[in-house]
């Protein structure tokens, strides 16, 4: 089973940009699709995008503003977030699956892996 850590979150103002970085072990992580989820309190846990089979995917919202990445070498996933609006504010988790379905990545339920999150907040 894969483990996961992210880290890189913080405190930026709007405008500003941040890249969180997901530490992968205990498992090979190329055979794992990974993704970026958030949750905002009082909200749902939603997707921000994935990567999987050589497809990525993003929600509406961070189109043109978030870029996923990996790096198998490091056994590091990444979300480079820019523009960053206030209600980008949210904890941001990295997950992993082995069997995604691209069609609906954003799903929670196709997600077993999770790390414990890092909070990013954008001041207006």
């Known amino acids: 089973q894969v483990q996961l850590v992210e880290s890189g979150g913080g405190s930026v103002q709007a405008g500003g940009s941040l890249r969180l970085s997901c530490a992968a072990s205990?498992?090979?992580?190329?055979?794992?699709?990974m993704g970026w989820f958030r949750q905002a309190p009082g909200k749902e846990r939603e997707g921000v995008a994935a990567?999987?089979?050589?497809?990525?995917f993003y929600a509406d919202s961070v189109k043109g503003r978030f870029t996923i990445s990996r790096d198998n070498a490091k056994n590091t996933l990444y979300l480079q977030m820019t523009r960053l609006k206030p209600e980008d504010t949210a904890m941001y988790y990295c997950?992993?699956?082995?069997?995604?379905?691209?069609?609906?990545?954003?799903?929670?339920?196709?997600?077993?892996?999770w790390g414990q999150g890092t909070q990013v907040t954008v001041s207006s």
């Open positions: 205990g498992d090979t992580f190329s055979r794992y699709s």
């Open positions: 990567t999987g089979g050589g497809l990525t």
């Open positions: 997950a992993g699956t082995r069997a995604l379905r691209g069609r609906i990545w954003y799903e929670v339920s196709q997600w077993g892996y």
